[in-house]
Protein backbone atom coordinates (compact mmCIF):
# COMPACT_ATOMS: atom_id res chain seq x y z
CA UNK A 1 0.00 0.00 0.00
CA UNK A 2 1.42 3.70 -0.79
CA UNK A 3 1.28 5.97 1.50
CA UNK A 4 0.59 9.54 -0.21
CA UNK A 5 0.48 11.43 3.36
CA UNK A 6 -2.31 13.45 3.12
CA UNK A 7 -2.46 14.40 -0.66
CA UNK A 8 -5.15 14.36 -2.66
CA UNK A 9 -6.29 10.39 -4.32
CA UNK A 10 -5.36 10.92 -8.11
CA UNK A 11 -7.61 10.81 -10.56
CA UNK A 12 -7.29 8.49 -13.60
CA UNK A 13 -7.03 10.08 -17.16
CA UNK A 14 -10.22 10.98 -19.14
CA UNK A 15 -10.82 9.24 -22.38
CA UNK A 16 -12.03 11.95 -24.99
CA UNK A 17 -11.91 15.23 -24.35
CA UNK A 18 -9.98 17.21 -21.52
CA UNK A 19 -11.07 20.29 -21.40
CA UNK A 20 -14.34 22.39 -22.06
CA UNK A 21 -14.94 22.67 -26.35
CA UNK A 22 -12.20 20.09 -26.76
CA UNK A 23 -14.80 18.54 -29.42
CA UNK A 24 -14.32 21.59 -31.92
CA UNK A 25 -10.84 22.67 -30.77
CA UNK A 26 -8.34 23.68 -33.56
CA UNK A 27 -4.90 24.50 -33.23
CA UNK A 28 -3.55 27.52 -34.38
CA UNK A 29 -2.08 28.02 -37.15
CA UNK A 30 1.22 29.95 -36.30
CA UNK A 31 3.16 31.34 -39.22
CA UNK A 32 1.39 29.81 -41.88
CA UNK A 33 -2.48 31.91 -40.68
CA UNK A 34 -2.19 34.38 -43.73
CA UNK A 35 -1.14 31.45 -46.36
CA UNK A 36 -4.32 28.91 -45.12
CA UNK A 37 -2.51 26.75 -42.91
CA UNK A 38 0.14 24.21 -42.41
CA UNK A 39 0.77 23.36 -46.29
CA UNK A 40 2.37 19.92 -45.35
CA UNK A 41 -0.56 19.06 -43.92
CA UNK A 42 -2.39 19.92 -47.37
CA UNK A 43 -3.69 16.86 -49.33
CA UNK A 44 -1.13 15.89 -52.38
CA UNK A 45 -2.46 16.61 -55.54
CA UNK A 46 -3.12 13.80 -57.45
CA UNK A 47 -1.02 12.64 -59.78
CA UNK A 48 -1.50 12.28 -63.61
CA UNK A 49 -2.32 9.01 -65.12
CA UNK A 50 0.42 7.16 -66.80
CA UNK A 51 0.66 7.82 -71.08
CA UNK A 52 -1.04 4.64 -72.96
CA UNK A 53 1.54 2.30 -74.15
CA UNK A 54 2.95 3.34 -77.10
CA UNK A 55 2.34 0.87 -80.49
CA UNK A 56 5.67 -0.75 -81.30
CA UNK A 57 7.41 1.36 -84.56
CA UNK A 58 6.49 0.01 -87.92
CA UNK A 59 9.33 -1.32 -90.28
CA UNK A 60 11.29 1.36 -92.38
CA UNK A 61 9.59 -0.34 -95.27
CA UNK A 62 6.58 -0.72 -93.69
CA UNK A 63 6.80 3.40 -93.45
CA UNK A 64 8.13 3.88 -96.45
CA UNK A 65 5.15 2.31 -97.99
CA UNK A 66 2.75 4.75 -96.16
CA UNK A 67 5.06 7.46 -97.74
CA UNK A 68 4.10 6.45 -101.44
CA UNK A 69 3.42 2.75 -102.52
CA UNK A 70 6.37 0.65 -103.68
CA UNK A 71 9.02 2.78 -101.54
CA UNK A 72 9.57 -0.21 -99.35
CA UNK A 73 11.05 -2.46 -101.78
CA UNK A 74 12.98 0.41 -103.44
CA UNK A 75 14.24 1.93 -100.60
CA UNK A 76 14.34 0.06 -97.08
CA UNK A 77 17.98 -1.53 -97.81
CA UNK A 78 19.65 2.30 -98.10
CA UNK A 79 17.57 3.18 -95.12
CA UNK A 80 18.58 0.26 -93.26
CA UNK A 81 22.72 0.42 -94.80
CA UNK A 82 22.28 3.41 -92.81
CA UNK A 83 20.89 1.91 -89.16
CA UNK A 84 17.76 3.10 -89.67
CA UNK A 85 15.23 -0.23 -88.80
CA UNK A 86 12.22 1.67 -88.01
CA UNK A 87 10.17 4.95 -87.83
CA UNK A 88 11.37 5.55 -84.54
CA UNK A 89 14.67 5.95 -86.39
CA UNK A 90 13.61 7.73 -88.90
CA UNK A 91 12.60 10.49 -86.66
CA UNK A 92 15.55 10.68 -84.76
Same mark, same amino acid.
Given at each position: #? ?18 ? &???? $? ?5 ? =??? =??? $?? #? ?24 ? &????? $? &??? =? ?17
Amino acid at each position: #MENNWGAAPQQQPQQGAQWP &GAAG $YQPALGP =YAA =YGG $YP #MLAAAPALAPPPPPRAAPRAVSAWLD &GVKAG $Y &GAK =YASVFEDLGVDDEEDVQN
